[in-house]
């Protein structure tokens, strides 16, 4: 009687090692860039003499709309990279 065992490749005992696998941190790393532009993109707005307020300055479209769509984006996009599951080579 033969008993047979199975032998491993480098990725299956690479991804032994953690639980996401190596393509999902690339994916979390570049979701976290998008959500890193956001918040550089709702930055500014100041003015040079404190004594005067400058609404079209703060509340631009930029800062009030566009940059909380793209942190919201980075957020769901992260999501996904953590929850996407890896595709199998046969």
Same mark, same amino acid.
């Given at each position: 009687?033969t ?13 032994? @090692? ?5 393509? @999902?941190?690339? =994916? ?8 890193? =532009?956001?918040?550089?993109l ?8 404190p ?22 984006a ?17």
């Open positions: 009687m008993i047979f065992k199975k032998t491993t490749t480098q990725k299956e005992k690479e991804n032994k @090692n953690f639980a996401i696998p190596r393509q @999902n941190y690339k =994916l979390i790393a570049i979701g976290c860039a998008i959500i890193f =532009l956001g918040f550089l709702m930055i500014g707005g100041g003015n040079a003499d004594a005067k307020f400058d609404a079209s300055a703060m509340f631009s479209f930029r800062r009030i709309t566009l940059a909380p769509i793209i942190v919201v980075g957020f769901i996009f992260v999501g996904y990279a953590i929850m996407r599951k890896p595709k199998e080579n046969k």
